[in-house]
């Protein structure tokens, strides 16, 4: 049984599925750009992580670096003095939470002083107490970006974890040398978290 003859226009139909499918592969392999690194966060890298890291970033120090706001967060197992601010420096506004570092007698006298119960809801403080707490130590830090973002840029600052953690949603990046942990999902920087890097390796 002779097949049938191919025609010219079936030649050109294969030519054209070549064609694509070249061009196809052709941009799959193009090269990536770069990705572009956060320039506020390395010099962050310098002035506020690598002194937190070493435990010895104070309130003064860190309001230094931006300025913000105090916040009292009662709970039931101890008030929470909370330090929070917009980084205005960042390409996009980055938010920044710090706890500040308290005894169970100054968590006491502040609850007292605002007229809250461990039940309340939290509230912002005079800005007048920045003054008398300006040496209080600052023991965890998180600073989250206004949508998740590209963690090659992340990695493109700071350098590429020395630890990757599988957690039950996502993953950890761990840098063990300036106590911060990166949660990503999906290749996606959803918050970093920091802490004196004596308090990373006891987790």
């Known amino acids: 049984m002779k097949l049938p003859p191919i025609r010219p226009q079936h030649w050109l139909i294969f030519a054209v599925v070549a064609a694509v499918f070249f061009?196809?592969?052709a941009w799959l392999m193009r090269p990536q750009p770069a990705a572009q690194p956060l320039p506020w966060l390395a010099q962050w890298q310098t002035d506020v992580l690598a002194p937190l890291a070493d435990d010895r970033l104070s309130?003064?120090?860190l309001r230094d670096a931006v300025e913000g706001e105090l916040?009292?967060?009662p709970n039931l197992d101890g008030?929470?003095?909370?330090?929070?601010?917009?980084?205005?420096?960042a390409d996009e506004p980055w938010s920044l939470e710090a706890e500040v570092g308290l005894d169970q007698a100054e968590r006491d006298s502040l609850m007292a002083a605002a007229g809250l119960k461990p039940t309340d809801k939290e509230q912002p403080l005079s800005s007048q107490l920045l003054l008398p707490l300006a040496n209080r130590p600052i023991i965890a830090l998180t600073l989250l970006p206004p949508a998740p973002l590209d963690v090659a840029r992340l990695a493109a600052t700071i350098g590429q974890p020395r630890l990757t953690l599988e957690l039950a949603e996502g993953q950890a990046w761990v840098y063990p040398e300036l106590g911060v942990t990166a949660h990503l999902q999906d290749e996606q920087l959803y918050f970093l978290y920091a802490v004196p890097r004596h308090l990373l390796k006891q987790r």
């Open 23 to 25: 061009a196809w592969g």
């Open 59 to 61: 309130l003064v120090h």
């Open 71 to 73: 916040w009292l967060q």
């Open 79 to 89: 008030a929470r003095l909370l330090y929070r601010a917009d980084l205005p420096g």
